[in-house]
């Protein structure tokens, strides 16, 4: 190892002991059973799918639908809320598993 290899090393070492950083969360191999999914069905005919959702929420005003998902990111590895808008021409629908 170089010197500047430990010295990354030691760096990370520090952000994650003083909690100014969060270790990424290790995949698991059955995400299907762990984690809940929402669809989100497009006009073009694609499906959005989100996994590893903990909670949704359908929130109206002035007229409007709106659908909150929050979920984890497994690319960014963070925790992220997506927000849609039911009223937009290319949203058919969406869909919830039974859990949420």
């Known amino acids: 190892m170089n010197d500047e290899e430990s010295r990354k090393m030691n760096l990370m070492h520090f952000l994650y002991e003083n909690g100014i950083i969060e270790p990424k969360p290790e995949a698991k191999e059955n995400k299907k059973s762990d984690s809940e999914e929402v669809k989100i069905f497009l006009v073009n005919g694609k499906t959005l799918y989100f996994n590893n959702v903990s909670s949704t929420k359908e929130l109206y005003e002035n007229g409007r639908a709106v659908l909150l998902i929050k979920h984890f990111d497994e690319e960014t590895s963070k925790k992220r809320i997506s ?6 021409e290319n949203i058919i ?5 039974d859990e949420l």
């Open 83 to 88: 927000c849609f808008d039911l009223n937009k």
């Open 93 to 97: 629908g969406y869909s919830i598993d």
